[in-house]
């Protein structure tokens, strides 16, 4: 085994073996003598599978120059593929004197080891079988973002021992209701290796979201049924099962920090192997840290080691691991090489010209806590975003607010005035109304303020940003009026979520009704209020009855998931236009119709040839007409069935969201009855020729 360890003002490194994970001293202690282009390294003959290690980095430790090292503290292997478990706070793990008036300035002298999880040498060896990506394609795919954990504490078919694991993800149960969904992709948050802050643990919570990573190439340990390298194979096993299965797994990574803070933070790891070239320093003060991302520290993208420590990683995943993309946290942080966010950046250059990363899934989250961090619509081609700007528009839209009709339509449609101009397609724009970060869909139309009590932090953290309506009761009601309307208020925005040309992402657990109890910020919360319930009442089986309903539409329409932006123009081969945005008496919006601040509703005409996708042979698949018909007023509104070029066929009703459940309608109509705060979708029928 070689280990090597990168450090550019290291003056000796020493590699530290150990018998067990909590041991507080080393059995032996190892000086890497060798040291080539600024790598230092040892080849130990004997070490194994399950060897222990960490390091100890000896320099200056000058704060006011950026160098932090001190030997007395074991730090963890950047590259270690498995860690033995997790922090256990104490004292001893910061580099300088807690409490001491001098703060980080003044040194520490005491051992770490005993408090410090170990790396853990581990057998790559895995045995894949047939394991094929799915490589589902871009317009076709429906992500579902989720939590290893929270996914299974509830789940009363999965086995008890297998719950809030690797292995309870992959486990039939969770795989059933997946399918049965007809998820393509499922979107985990963060599985590196990472640590829950010392302030959290102290007020008997964790860091439940997982963004604070302390190791980028090893699987969470908790997420296994046990320790010494363990996770790796439970999560290979993991990824197998989804690919069995059909579903690509995506990876949420935070590549733009680390777990050790601010300047006062511990030192686990990069701060005490070289503080100054893994992280962004202030270039008049070096003792403290540039800060991006709201959590003390950002990584130093300038520096090529850096760089190569997080392009390795990425590649480890994909060949090692074998996942199938990943979504990048607070993503503009990577592409700040001066202070603004440069999208041309070296980053974006190696992820593009890389032929690993560059074929994989690549969604970033497109906004960072810097300035200019709101990168919406800015990221180069190759790359996917969470559209934050179809989020904001349909709660509006949905809740009541005037004025949003005109950039509805552009969300419907593929937001074009975002991705068109840099040459990327429907599918840069990754649609969603929900995520782990915000209320739930449930909450969403149940509260009106966030109620994050639960956090301890009396309720000042989350945003005030929610754009939702409670429809009549703050929180849980009894009342059968406002609970039907708040029904019909998930099936719009599920609908319209799934509807919108776009990449669909749900999150786990609003398809039946989950609910953080106006929570919109859990990320501390390790308990019934994150976990999925599974626990349905008839309304949430119902609702997901309603969302597989939705993705069984989404699947048999070739309309619904374009490539390339609809037009306005007319199909091939016939008059019509590929789409038409129309008013409520079957004819085209016009400019004072835009215009409108008050008008509330709006109808969306698809041709069923304006379609893009082709057979294995090159020939066109053609979808159906469709109109879909959304009201967000207080008052019903007749909509006039638009004229279509053979006017033979028929005009049938495939979503009702003010009466679900209903047979399907069929028949010659003139017009239909929208209600108020309802979506319809109805599908033109030609009729069947003569079988003779």
Not at 148 to 165: A, K, N, Q, Y
């Amino acid at each position: 085994m070689n280990f090597a360890l990168f450090s550019e003002h290291a003056t000796a490194v020493e590699l530290c073996l150990f018998e067990r994970p909590d041991d507080a001293a080393e059995s032996q202690r190892i000086q890497l003598r060798e040291r080539t282009d600024l790598v230092w390294h040892a080849y130990l003959p004997d070490a194994r599978p399950g060897t222990l290690y960490g390091f100890r980095v000896h320099g200056a430790y000058e704060p006011q120059e950026g160098h932090r090292f001190n030997p007395n503290k074991l730090l963890i292997c950047p590259y270690a593929k498995a860690i033995t478990g997790t922090i256990d706070w104490d004292d001893s793990l910061y580099g300088y004197r807690i409490g001491d008036p001098a703060e980080d300035l003044a040194f520490d002298d005491r051992n770490s080891a005993g408090h410090m999880p170990k790396g853990v040498v581990v057998d790559t060896a895995f045995t894949w079988g047939d394991d094929r990506a799915p490589d589902t394609p871009w317009n076709r795919t429906v992500i579902y973002e989720c939590h290893v954990r929270g996914m299974t504490m509830r789940h009363p078919d999965v086995p008890p021992e297998l719950r809030g694991t690797f292995l309870g993800m992959a486990s039939d149960p969770i795989l059933d209701h997946l399918l049965s969904l007809g998820v393509t992709a499922v979107e985990v948050l963060p599985v590196h290796q990472f640590v829950s802050e010392r302030a959290l643990v102290q007020r008997g919570l964790s860091n439940y979201w997982g963004y604070n990573s302390i190791g980028f190439f090893s699987p969470h340990v908790a997420y296994a049924t046990g320790g010494g390298g363990q996770q790796v194979d439970e999560f290979k096993s993991m990824v197998k099962a989804l690919h069995k299965a059909g579903i690509e797994v995506i990876l949420d990574v935070v590549y733009n920090h680390t777990g050790e803070g601010n300047h006062l933070g511990p030192t686990l790891s990069l701060r005490g192997i070289d503080n100054d070239a893994y992280y962004r320093l202030e270039p008049n003060d070096r003792r403290r840290y540039m800060d991006f991302t709201g959590t003390g520290n950002s990584l130093n993208m300038i520096h090529p080691r850096t760089m190569q420590m997080i392009m390795d990683s990425l590649r480890y995943w994909i060949g090692d691991m074998h996942v199938d993309g990943f979504r990048f946290d607070l993503a503009p942080v990577l592409a700040r090489e001066l202070y603004e966010v440069n999208r041309l950046g070296t980053f974006f250059d190696i992820i593009q010209q890389d032929p690993m990363i560059g074929h994989v899934k690549l969604i970033a989250e497109p906004w960072d806590l810097g300035e200019g961090g709101y990168q919406v619509g800015n990221f180069p081609t190759g790359w996917a975003e969470w559209n934050g700007r179809y989020r904001d528009c349909v709660r509006r839209f949905w809740r009541g607010d005037q004025g949003q009709v005109p950039e509805l339509a552009s969300r419907l449609s593929g937001s074009s005035d975002l991705y068109a101009a840099s040459g990327r397609r429907t599918y840069a724009s990754v649609n969603f109304v929900t995520a782990h970060d915000g209320f739930t869909l449930h909450d969403l139309v149940t509260y009106e303020r966030k109620h994050n009590e639960a956090n301890g932090e009396a309720n000042r953290d989350g945003t005030d940003a929610n754009y939702s309506r409670n429809w009549g009761a703050e929180g849980e009601t009894e009342s059968a009026r406002i609970n039907a309307t708040r029904e019909r208020m998930k099936r719009n925005f599920l609908g319209t979520l799934i509807l919108s040309q776009g990449v669909t992402m749900l999150l786990a657990g609003d398809e039946m009704g989950r609910t953080q109890q106006g929570n919109n910020n859990a990320y501390a919360l390790d308990n019934e209020i994150s976990w999925v319930a599974w626990d349905l009442s008839s309304e949430d089986r119902a609702l997901v009855a309603f969302t597989r309903e939705l993705l069984g539409i989404f699947r048999s329409n070739a309309v619904l998931r374009r490539r390339t932006f609809l037009t306005g123009r007319p199909v091939p081969g016939g008059e019509a236009k590929d789409l038409s945005w129309l008013r409520p008496d079957g004819t085209e919006m016009t400019q004072g119709d835009w215009d409108d601040q008050s008008n509330q509703v709006l109808g969306m005409l698809l041709h069923g040839r304006a379609t893009d996708e082709v057979d294995e042979r090159g020939r066109p698949i053609f979808g159906n007409t469709i109109l879909m018909l959304l009201n967000a007023g207080t008052r019903s509104r007749a909509f006039a069935m638009p004229r279509v070029e053979d006017e033979q066929g028929q005009w049938r009703v495939l979503i009702n969201t003010a009466q679900p459940g209903r047979p399907l309608e069929r028949g010659k109509r003139v017009n239909v009855n929208v209600v108020a705060h309802s979506l319809m979708l109805l599908r033109y029928e030609k009729p069947r020729r003569d079988a003779s």
